[in-house]
């Protein structure tokens, strides 16, 4: 009994209490009230604040610019209130860091974040330079735009993977803006032009943009030196094999940046075998002419890569013909695969600059490629014998039918007669 | 010569099983000559496509296994390294679809000749639920490749069978034995196409032969008109005759099988991939389309009912219908031709003709 009272009541609070909460008035916001009644920029806080993370995150306008919001009178803004106003260009990272390096403070909202953006900005080109007092550079607000910040990972956001060479772009591509800094301002074009943009634009969010190679908050041009490890953090097994190779050494030396080399550094285009050899469109002769070992070495390898793929192609072309004429080739087909796997090897060895390595594989596959090719050439014996077999069976089946005519017409016109 | 040598064995037979009651009704047994003589012949080659079937099928057992891990490999391993395993998988399926093809063209020839008239009623039953029957093989074999069309189209199929009202959640799970296409499914279906649809087709097909037998063929209303007016249809032997015009026919539909299967192999396509997204442009065999069309044309609600339900309502109803057209159409066996009934059977054959085409654009 006692039990049945005690959850009744507990039943009514759980129903009246909500109701209690739901009725009550909203808490005061002077600075809201006054500035939506304001009009022209100064009205715009409160029209951005209502998408900002901050505000969903429980924060208002006080708790980034001091103030009474509980006084409806202008003293909201008064020193005495602790009211510090709109911070100047150069104030602004520390005025977001009293909140975003109190790791303590950052972690009720998020116990994976970080606390560490300040100190990152300070030792960045962009932090270093608003130190020494240039107001041109990027600072958090000019990134994450401000009163309407949005989190990284929502796709409005300026700082979201997909939008941050635009939003990078819109100091570093406007020439007037980088006018005095000596710096190219056509990254962003040629970056439109990767294969890291196209990935990015086709929905795969981890694709490099500026910021995975450059940094975020320590945004830093990466050193010659630093290259390899740069692209390396992504293409892990490229950077082993070039560590390794004889160009690391002899880059080093002649001051040559690693990956960028061959590869460009914004406009890093999809690769193909022209680049490698001693062609005019090899990238190999910028550097090797005829009679040094490296030359001999480019040759070798593009013509290793070409013999594989030349098997290759003469393998896919008699597997398609059987396979079109109905022939069940589907084992040798998957064989074939790892014949493309391995020029697949091949090209990625090609970054250990020893065409020894890169033979190992084309051998492979040349080796796969003949064996399939073979399995190609018995399924089109094997579909000529069923179509001889099919002749021939077919020559009896009309004998037959022709005796078994001549029986009936022998049989109905001796029954006639 | 012959005869003496043949002779003493059908004695010695005809002692112990009594045959010579099977030979004198074969010596009398003929075969009405009229215009409508070639239709005659599709029952004989639906029987010998059947016939092909059960023997390429026992072949096909040799080597297939019905499980998800294995069905694909096994039939793989028919067509690339069996000893002529192609030419049996590849005769298997094709003998299939054109056993289903002669079924139809026999069942709206027996329609429009009227055959179905009294005192053949059951004769057309067991020839109905013989075609129901055989297109249950088709469906239940189509999966046993364990291939990604199969998979997906017997995954829509079944889905179809859902929608019936009541029954339908039911037979959804006994069809696919448990709420998705799995290896229970294959299991089940191996079943169905191996034991239970021979067993059914067995005892139908003697029941449908023993009538045709007893009843002797039949013949169109005008022919039997004719005949009441004095001129009766000249008839030929059954047994050498009509039986010798028989085998020209099954030795020609050989060479079409053999022909099909050495330069129209039967795919093999993929391997089933349940978790893979169904591929487009998913649809039955051919002889199930003029159904799915019918239900994609469908409205999303007619009246009350859900457009797929009231489709498979409406396709229930007529398949009754149809096999109640002997009891129907009762004065056809007075010798009346009904008009409404042949319109009946020129709008089904349009209906169906028109929809499997439009499927097929």
């Known amino acids: 009994m006692r039990v049945s009272v005690t959850l009744s009541v507990a039943f009514f609070m759980g129903l009246i209490l909500p109701l209690g909460v739901a009725t009550a008035a909203p808490p005061k916001n002077s600075c809201i009230a006054c500035h939506a009644e304001l009009e022209g920029p100064q009205s715009e806080p409160v029209k951005k604040f209502e998408s900002d993370i901050h505000r969903q995150a429980g924060l208002s306008c006080a708790d980034c610019h001091g103030g009474d919001p509980a006084d409806e009178s202008m003293d909201a803004m008064s020193r005495a209130k602790g009211f510090r106003g709109a911070p100047k260009k150069a104030q602004v990272p520390d005025f977001c860091a009293r909140c975003h390096s109190d790791i303590a403070y950052m972690h009720r909202f998020n116990p994976k974040m970080r606390a560490d953006q300040l100190s990152q900005y300070l030792t960045s080109v962009h932090g270093k330079r608003l130190k020494a007092g240039d107001a041109k550079v990027a600072a958090c607000v000019d990134c994450h735009s401000v009163h309407d910040i949005l989190p990284a990972r929502d796709t409005r956001s300026p700082v979201h993977p997909t939008n941050v060479a635009t939003t990078c772009g819109r100091c570093h591509a406007d020439a007037a803006h980088m006018k005095g800094y000596k710096i190219p301002t056509d990254q962003v074009e040629k970056y439109g032009k990767s294969v890291h943009a196209e990935l990015l634009a086709s929905g795969d969010t981890s694709a490099p943009t500026c910021s995975t190679c450059h940094g975020n908050h320590g945004a830093t041009p990466p050193g010659i030196s630093s290259v390899a490890n740069v692209c390396g953090t992504c293409h892990v097994f490229f950077m082993q094999l070039f560590e390794k190779s004889p160009h690391q050494e002899a880059f080093a030396k002649m001051g040559l940046p690693g990956c960028v080399q061959c590869h460009s550094n914004h406009e890093i285009v999809k690769p193909n075998d022209d680049w490698v050899g001693v062609s005019s469109t090899a990238v190999c002769v910028t550097c090797h002419a005829a009679g040094d070992k490296g030359f001999a070495s480019a040759q070798k390898m593009a013509g290793d890569l070409a013999k594989v793929k030349t098997f290759l192609g003469r393998a896919e072309e008699i597997l398609g013909t059987a396979e079109r004429s109905g022939m069940e080739v589907s084992t040798p087909k998957v064989e074939l695969a790892n014949a493309h796997e391995a020029l697949i090897k091949a090209r990625v060895n090609v970054h250990s600059f020893n065409d020894a390595e890169v033979q190992k594989q084309t051998d492979q596959g040349v080796e796969i490629a003949q064996k399939t090719y073979q399995a190609g050439v018995a399924a089109l014996a094997e579909r000529d014998v069923r179509r001889k077999g099919l002749g021939v069976s077919l020559i009896f089946i009309v004998l037959a039918i022709s005796g078994l005519y001549w029986k009936i017409r022998q049989m109905e016109s001796g029954s006639r007669g | ?361």
Request: glycine share 10%; hydrophobic share 55%.
């Open chain 2, 1 to 361: 010569m012959k005869n003496s040598l043949i002779r003493p064995i059908l004695n010695w037979l005809d002692e112990r099983f009594g045959t010579g009651s099977v030979e004198e009704f074969l010596r009398h047994k003929t075969v009405p000559i009229h215009r409508h003589t070639i239709w005659y012949y599709f029952g004989g080659m639906t029987l010998f496509l059947f016939i092909v079937q059960v023997l390429t099928g026992i072949l096909l057992l040799l080597y297939y296994r019905p499980t998800p891990e294995d069905a694909y490999e096994s039939v793989q391993y028919i067509v690339t390294q069996v000893r002529f395993g192609w030419l049996i998988r590849s005769v298997h399926s094709w003998s299939a679809n054109l056993m289903v093809f002669t079924a139809f063209v026999h069942m709206f020839s027996v329609y429009f000749l009227k055959a179905y008239r009294k005192p053949r009623e059951l004769t057309w039953i067991s020839g109905m639920f013989l075609l129901f029957v055989v297109m249950g093989f088709g469906f239940s074999g189509y999966l046993l490749p364990w291939n990604t069309l199969a998979f997906f189209a017997t995954k829509v199929g079944t889905e179809m069978a859902g929608a019936v009202p009541f029954a339908g959640k039911w037979m959804l799970t006994f069809l696919r034995g448990g709420e998705e296409v799995t290896g229970a499914t294959l299991t089940r279906f191996f079943g169905f196409h191996v034991a239970v649809l021979p067993g059914l087709a067995t005892v139908l097909l003697a029941m449908h032969l023993l009538l045709v037998q007893q009843l002797g063929m039949s013949v169109p209303p005008s022919v039997e008109r004719a005949a009441a007016e004095g001129k009766p249809a000249p008839v030929m032997p059954f047994f050498p005759n009509f039986l010798l015009r028989d085998i020209i026919g099954w030795y020609a539909a050989l060479g079409v099988l053999g022909a099909l299967a050495a330069i129209f192999p039967w795919e093999l396509g993929a391997k089933a991939d349940p978790f893979a997204a169904a591929p487009a442009g998913i649809r039955p065999e051919w002889y199930f389309l003029f159904m799915f069309q019918t239900l994609k044309f469908l409205p999303a609600k007619i009246l009350f009912l859900e457009g797929e339900l009231a489709g498979i309502l409406g396709f229930s109803l007529a398949g009754a219908v149809w096999i109640a057209v002997p009891f129907l159409d009762y004065r056809a066996g007075f010798g009346r031709v009904t008009r409404f009934f042949t319109g009946l059977g020129i709008f089904a054959l349009g209906f169906i003709v028109v929809m499997s085409a439009l499927a097929l654009r």
